[in-house]
């Protein structure tokens, strides 16, 4: 009996949002509310993270999200950085009522294509992702 209650509880409704999730809202309300005005532009992903403290895998991963979305715009070079778009897309202030399942088939596809390059990969690929992790995380790397 008691392993069937510890089951139940294991497979209760999740209401905590994953980190990535959070980062989401947080920066689209944000966005919405007008605490991040259009043009305005954000910390480094570098800060950003540490500033969330979440990993900068899961920062891109939100940026990218709200870049796609339209909600932010990356640009590089030498006056480059992530700014708030001039006008976000959605007028009525509100995200799509199903975002939570699109960024939920998202995880769920990036995830396996991850699981799947993880069993093929050769180690002359995992060496070469290995450096360029370290490019991605040396200092001004993604800021110049």
């Known amino acids: 009996m008691e392993s069937a209650s510890a089951l139940r ?16 809202e947080r920066l ?31 920062l891109r991963q939100a940026l990218t999200t709200l870049v796609q979305s339209g909600y932010l715009v990356a640009l ?9 778009t001039a006008a976000p897309p959605l007028g009525s202030g509100k995200l799509p009522a199903d975002w939570r399942e699109v960024l939920a088939t998202r995880v769920a596809v ?13 180690p002359e690929a995992f060496a070469r992702m290995d450096e360029l992790i370290v490019q991605m995380d040396a200092p001004g790397a993604f800021d110049s």
Do not use: N
Request: proline letters at 9%.
């Open 9 to 24: 509880a294991v497979f209760e409704p999740v209401s905590a949002p994953t980190t990535f999730e959070e980062t989401v």
């Open 28 to 58: 689209g309300t944000a966005i919405r509310t007008g605490l991040l005005p259009p043009g305005s532009r954000l910390p480094p992903e570098r800060d950003l993270a540490d500033q969330f403290g979440i990993a900068r895998s899961t």
């Open 76 to 84: 590089r070079g030498r006056s480059g950085g992530t700014f708030v």
């Open 110 to 122: 990036e995830c396996g294509a991850a699981v799947l390059a993880a069993e093929r990969g050769s």
